[in-house]
């Protein structure tokens, strides 16, 4: 044992663990009509969604009693693996195309989405890269421009399949873990007219995002079409009010929000427990946030508190994202609400990412 080994922080555990339970809740509570009518099953998703969370727990469990330090020399290999997995899922015949988007790749009757992977991995090697060029991360042609190299390569990769969301807070994490290991504001600026034309390219590309952009400029133009969406999700949260219409008692998931289980779950938990439980939520994801931090500060080392921060920050952005969609803040983008929505990748891969964090927890400072 280190000698400054310790107990994972218990607030992050306890935080990680209450969103998990009413995430499995949730799941079945959303799903269990749609379950019902297309599975003959009304637990389908909510099995699958409880497999998942205990795989994500083993996995949790083992990587936050692993030295965090270990990945440190193994880092170029992960993220090496995970690029070949982005590759390998764009070959037709090995990708699986869903929703318009070729992002998993099927293993028997269960399916992985490697762009889920490749969050982790790139936070990984990034941490590691960020760490060894402290000093010359100032420096825009030795420090900046390499580590943008590194994001962006997977960012098109994802692009590809195309995954925008998934991409959008990849990049988000990476760019505020080389802001927080002291990139000059400067360079960022200089990006940020890059990456606005990009973004604005990236949609006029694309006809089914520029529908997003209209829907969520006037969702009323078209209420059955590319307002639908949108316009349910607040049909939802509406008439749940301060305490809901109790557990179960949605009326938007009789087949008016369109799988309910995943990107809009944060709509019926709404409606279903009100602004009590959506806020009880929001402050169990904040506490999640505050314990995260910290940890990146107490951490023993550089490469240990990027670590922390990178993985509080993907679960952040991917919070601050999913919950502005549902409340129509922002246009629609396929963004999950971690350790809540359903989904094997996205919550054993979050789960997975947590066990880092509370290695990382462990031997803090």
């Not at 991995?121 to 590194?150: D, T, W, Y």
């Not at 949108?230 to 929000?257: D, E, H, T, V």
């Not at 409340?327 to 809540?340: A, D, E, F, H, R």
Request: hydrophobic share 55%; with cysteine.
């Amino acid at each position: 044992m280190a000698e400054n080994e310790q107990k994972p922080d218990i607030w992050l555990t306890i935080s990680i663990l209450s969103l998990l339970t009413i995430g499995v809740v949730m799941v079945y509570s959303s799903s269990s009509i749609w379950s019902e009518y297309k599975f003959d099953d009304a637990w389908y998703f909510a099995k699958r969604q409880t497999l998942f969370a205990v795989l994500g727990l083993i996995a949790m469990t083992i990587l936050s009693k692993i030295p965090y330090y270990v990945w440190y020399k193994h880092a170029k290999v992960i993220v090496a693996v995970c690029l070949l997995f982005l590759i390998l899922v764009l070959i037709p015949g090995v990708g699986m195309v869903r929703g318009g988007a070729r992002s998993w790749i099927g293993i028997g009757m269960f399916s992985i989405q490697p762009s889920e992977f490749m969050k982790l991995g790139l936070i990984i090697f990034l941490a590691k890269f960020l760490s060894q060029r402290q000093k010359r991360i100032v420096s825009f042609q030795e420090g900046f421009l390499p580590g943008l190299a590194i994001i962006l390569v997977p960012f098109a990769l994802i692009m590809l399949q195309p995954d925008l969301g998934t991409g959008v807070v990849m990049v988000g994490t990476c760019l505020v873990m080389m802001f927080v290991a002291g990139a000059r504001i400067a360079h960022f600026m200089l990006i940020v007219a890059g990456g606005i034309g990009g973004l604005v390219a990236l949609i006029a590309s694309a006809p089914y995002r520029i529908k997003r952009i209209t829907a969520f400029l006037h969702p009323w133009e078209d209420p059955l079409g590319s307002g639908f969406q949108i316009i349910q999700s607040l049909y939802a949260i509406g008439p749940g009010g301060l305490l809901g219409l109790g557990l179960g008692k949605s009326m938007q998931k009789f087949f008016y929000l369109p799988e309910p289980q995943t990107d809009f779950i944060y709509s019926v938990l709404a409606e279903e427990l009100g602004f009590i439980g959506g806020v009880v939520v929001l402050l169990l994801f904040f506490v999640l946030l505050w314990r995260g931090v910290r940890t990146s500060l107490l951490a023993s080392d550089l490469f240990g508190s990027l670590l922390a921060l990178g993985i509080v920050g993907m679960v952040s952005i991917q919070v601050m994202i999913n919950v502005s969609v549902v409340t129509g803040l922002i246009p629609v983008t396929g963004i999950t609400l971690p350790l809540i929505s359903y989904g094997g990748s996205s919550l054993t891969l979050t789960l997975a990412a947590l066990g880092l964090l509370l290695s990382v927890s462990r031997y803090s400072k």
